[in-house]
């Protein structure tokens, strides 16, 4: 397969003359490499702000430009799904479509003296959370399915969180099934809270015996305040 090469292009009499999609994909490779310090911090906002001004599609042709199962590009992927993750890209077809299959990117086997293998947890959160964000309510069966069957509690998290965040009521029965399944305190705190956020009346019994009968003091805590939030009326 031909790799494509980024190119910044040629000195003539007009000066450096580059590609704008070349440009936007230099940025956002530079972006995602960029490490979280104070020093730092001023550059990324600026970086962020070139981006967004040239809209969506240089970061699905960067994200398509990429090879998925290159674990060096675990934290730059990541990084460009949450930029997807705007309410400004709601009803985008493609970017749809790219975080739908960003959920089921999964272990990744790669050269070593072990084989080892690596799971892409990272990606999978972020689509679901990004989903969510621009309010793709059509991808709630796709998300919930993560919640249940995901192997990284972290990601059930995060996919638990985007249900909150879509407000869907019509799967409260399925998260009171998963509350029950669990026994990862975290997850069963974040399922506790979204019941919360979504307010449904129907999650109020099985709030309650959580008040009286969880071991685990923060999911208590979190179901008094849940209830707290149930619309009654």
Wanted: positive net charge; charged residues 25%; hydrophobic residues 45%.
């Amino acid at each position: 397969m031909q790799k494509r090469v980024y190119a910044l292009g040629s000195i003539g009499k007009e000066g450096l003359c580059m590609n704008r999609k070349r440009i936007v994909s230099f940025l956002l490779l530079f972006l995602a490499l960029i490490p979280c310090t104070r020093e730092l911090a001023a550059q990324e906002v600026l970086l962020d702000d070139v981006i967004f001004a040239n809209g969506a599609q240089p970061i699905l042709d960067f994200l398509r430009d990429q090879q998925t199962w290159d674990p060096t590009q675990i934290e730059v992927r990541a990084k460009m799904i949450r930029f997807l993750g705007r309410s400004s890209n709601k009803g985008n077809e493609d970017i749809r479509s790219e975080l739908l299959q960003g959920m089921q990117i999964g272990f990744s086997k790669f050269a070593s003296k072990n084989n080892r293998s690596l799971d892409f947890w990272k990606i999978r959160a972020e689509s679901a959370l990004a989903l969510a964000r621009i309010g793709e309510t059509s991808a709630i069966p796709a998300i919930a399915k993560l919640a249940r069957d995901d192997t990284d509690v972290q990601v059930q998290i995060c996919a638990v969180q985007a249900l909150g965040l879509l407000k869907a009521g019509d799967y409260v029965p399925f998260l009171i099934d998963l509350l029950y399944l669990t026994d990862h305190g975290r997850l069963a705190q974040e399922i506790t809270r979204t019941l919360g956020i979504i307010g449904d009346k129907r999650a109020f019994p099985a709030l309650l015996a959580l008040t009286m009968g969880y071991v685990d003091a923060n999911v208590q805590q979190a179901a008094v305040a849940a209830m707290k939030m149930l619309k009654w009326q």
